[in-house]
């Protein structure tokens, strides 16, 4: 039995949110029937993103709606409030949060009071001070970029097939993306595979037109695959076409051109930022320690260290891998920042809250790392999983069947599914939908209105 009413508060809608609030919601459902338990989740979008689909959705592979799952309707015994967690004052047990009401009353944030915090704020971009980067750059952490990137490519091939002006054409058809990580190659293997196949429409760009820049800082990229996988990961992409640039910095993007450390200099109006991600600007907002790297610091139980009543996991946590000692790993290593590890880690942290109402002994989390897949594009990929490399066609069959089987509620995967299917059957689509990002820009041409000037010159575009 829970022994006192208790106001559960979880910061963030990512995975450690909606599979902790998930979790909570089904061993806590009499209490919550009584009315004794409260769990309330605050994030900044009605929708859980799975990344790792991302890439797919760029390419027309899936349906963005199907990358996304709607908090309101899994979590149905839970509070869903949309905004964003600003400050937290633990000491009081209080958040700040906006949200999309606050602007409009003109009274600033709201406090929210707790008895359990979760901490699950993500992670946001991290950029280095490139200039041009923030007036040109483009991210790939959310599906409204994924899907506004796919616009951007597609619409650049237009913009190269209408002109007449050899340099305009050379920068449209000229693409940088930066970051060896899953989301810069993935993104890449699969917009790179989405435009080759486009092009067969237009009747004035060939595949090899296009140029595909890779920019990675270290000396490999995909990491997470292993050294062999990443060496092939890099030959099968350049078998491709595609210059992939190791050791090699982007040094500025001003003016449309991409200026690269090694000397290198690229007229281009497509440069995707995928160079890693730092913790959200929330936890430094708070009262809770943190690690260096800005993450809380965090026990095997999943608790903030040195605090009661505070929990924190995913990216924004620096979670003890208690497997690394004996494996033959690194004592005091922490758990990788990846949806793997977050998923494991919501069960542990709910099963955990649950323990601490009833008065019973924590668990402790523990997982080894059981491997990485990449996809590279249709029928391509890299894998290492369990000690076993694959590469290629089986790599990209795991790749599919492992995220199809992470992806949350049978919804989800029987849409996915259906969508791969029908993908197999018909042709891909090659439309670009800019304009949806500006849907008002028309009508207000039309009602004697001035056009938008972001983006300028292109009312109706996404670029």
Same mark, same amino acid.
């Given at each position: 039995?829970?022994?006192?009413?208790?106001?559960?508060?979880?910061?963030?809608?990512?995975?450690?949110?909606?599979?902790?609030?998930?979790?909570?919601?089904?061993?806590?459902?009499?209490?919550?029937?009584?009315?004794?338990?409260?769990?309330?989740?605050?994030?900044?979008?009605?929708?859980?993103?799975?990344?790792?689909?991302?890439?797919?959705?760029?390419?027309? =592979?899936?349906?963005?709606?199907? !990358?996304?799952?709607?908090?309101?309707?899994?979590?149905? *015994?839970?509070?869903?409030?949309?905004?964003?967690?600003?400050?937290?004052?633990?000491?009081?047990?209080?958040?700040?949060?906006?949200?999309?009401?606050?602007?409009?009353?003109?009274?600033?944030?709201? *406090?929210?009071?707790?008895?359990?915090?979760?901490?699950?704020?993500?992670?946001?971009?991290?950029?280095?001070?490139?200039?041009?980067?923030?007036? /040109?750059?483009?991210?790939?952490?959310t599906v409204e970029e994924a899907i506004g990137l796919r616009n951007h490519v597609?619409?650049?091939?237009?913009?190269?097939?209408?002109?007449?002006?050899?340099?305009?054409?050379?920068?449209?058809?000229?693409?940088?993306?930066?970051?060896?990580?899953?989301?810069?190659?993935?993104?890449?293997?699969?917009?790179?595979?989405?435009?080759?196949?486009?092009?067969?429409?237009?009747?004035? !760009?060939?595949?090899? $037109?296009?140029?595909?820049?890779? !920019?990675? =800082?270290? $000396?490999?990229?995909?990491?997470?695959?292993?050294?062999?996988?990443?060496?092939?990961?890099?030959?099968?992409?350049?078998?491709?076409?595609?210059?992939?640039?190791?050791?090699?910095?982007?040094?500025?993007?001003?003016? *449309?051109?991409?200026?690269?450390?090694?000397?290198?200099?690229?007229?281009?109006?497509?440069?995707?930022?995928?160079?890693?991600?730092?913790?959200?600007?929330?936890?430094?907002? %708070?009262?809770?320690?943190?690690?260096?790297?800005?993450?809380?610091?965090?026990?095997?139980?999943?608790?903030?260290?040195?605090?009661?009543?505070?929990?924190?996991?995913?990216?924004?946590? =620096?979670?003890?891998?208690?497997?690394?000692?004996?494996?033959?790993?690194?004592?005091?290593?922490?758990?990788?920042?990846?949806?793997? /590890?977050?998923?494991?880690?919501?069960? !542990?942290?709910?099963?955990?809250?649950?323990?601490?109402?009833?008065?019973?002994?924590?668990?402790?989390?523990?997982?080894?790392?059981?491997?990485?897949?990449? %996809?590279?594009?249709? /029928?391509?990929?890299?894998?290492?999983?369990?000690?076993?490399?694959?590469?290629?066609?089986?790599?990209?069959?795991?790749?599919?069947?492992?995220?199809?089987? *992470?992806?949350?509620?049978?919804?989800?995967?029987?849409?996915?599914?259906?969508?791969?299917?029908?993908?197999?059957?018909?042709?891909?689509?090659?439309?670009?939908?800019?304009?949806?990002?500006?849907?008002?820009?028309?009508?207000?041409?039309?009602?004697?209105?001035?056009? %938008?000037?972001?983006?300028?010159?292109?009312?109706?575009?996404? %670029?």
């Amino acid at each position: 039995m829970v022994k006192e009413r208790a106001r559960i508060l979880v910061v963030g809608g990512g995975y450690v949110g909606m599979y902790t609030a998930l979790r909570l919601q089904r061993r806590l459902k009499r209490q919550l029937d009584r009315g004794e338990v409260e769990i309330t989740v605050v994030t900044p979008d009605p929708y859980m993103t799975y990344q790792p689909f991302l890439p797919e959705a760029a390419a027309g =592979a899936i349906s963005p709606r199907h !990358v996304v799952v709607p908090l309101r309707r899994v979590l149905d *015994r839970c509070r869903v409030l949309i905004g964003e967690a600003t400050a937290v004052d633990h000491a009081k047990r209080a958040v700040t949060v906006t949200t999309l009401a606050t602007g409009e009353e003109g009274t600033g944030g709201q *406090r929210l009071s707790y008895d359990h915090l979760v901490l699950a704020p993500g992670s946001v971009s991290r950029t280095l001070p490139v200039p041009g980067l923030a007036e /040109h750059g483009i991210g790939f952490k959310t599906v409204e970029e994924a899907i506004g990137l796919r616009n951007h490519v597609i619409e650049q091939m237009d913009i190269a097939s209408s002109t007449r002006d050899p340099a305009i054409r050379d920068a449209a058809l000229t693409f940088v993306f930066v970051g060896g990580g899953f989301a810069g190659v993935e993104a890449l293997g699969e917009l790179e595979d989405m435009a080759r196949y486009a092009a067969r429409y237009y009747h004035n !760009v060939q595949p090899e $037109d296009m140029k595909w820049i890779l !920019v990675e =800082a270290s $000396d490999r990229i995909l990491p997470e695959v292993g050294e062999e996988m990443g060496r092939y990961a890099v030959t099968e992409l350049r078998r491709r076409n595609i210059d992939v640039r190791l050791e090699t910095r982007l040094e500025s993007c001003a003016d *449309r051109v991409a200026v690269l450390s090694d000397g290198a200099r690229f007229p281009t109006r497509t440069v995707v930022w995928t160079a890693g991600v730092k913790p959200h600007p929330v936890l430094a907002a %708070s009262d809770l320690p943190r690690n260096g790297r800005g993450r809380l610091r965090c026990t095997p139980e999943l608790s903030v260290e040195g605090t009661t009543h505070a929990w924190a996991a995913g990216d924004a946590a =620096a979670v003890p891998d208690v497997t690394a000692g004996g494996t033959g790993g690194e004592p005091g290593r922490e758990c990788a920042p990846n949806a793997q /590890h977050a998923v494991r880690q919501a069960k !542990v942290l709910a099963d955990n809250i649950v323990h601490t109402l009833r008065g019973e002994p924590l668990d402790t989390y523990a997982h080894a790392y059981a491997g990485s897949v990449a %996809s590279l594009g249709l /029928h391509k990929g890299v894998a290492h999983v369990y000690g076993r490399k694959l590469k290629g066609y089986p790599a990209w069959f795991m790749h599919r069947a492992y995220h199809l089987s *992470r992806v949350p509620t049978f919804n989800r995967k029987a849409r996915v599914f259906a969508e791969w299917t029908l993908a197999g059957l018909f042709k891909r689509e090659i439309v670009s939908l800019g304009s949806l990002e500006h849907p008002r820009a028309e009508f207000e041409l039309a009602a004697g209105g001035k056009p %938008s000037q972001d983006p300028p010159h292109n009312p109706k575009g996404s %670029s």
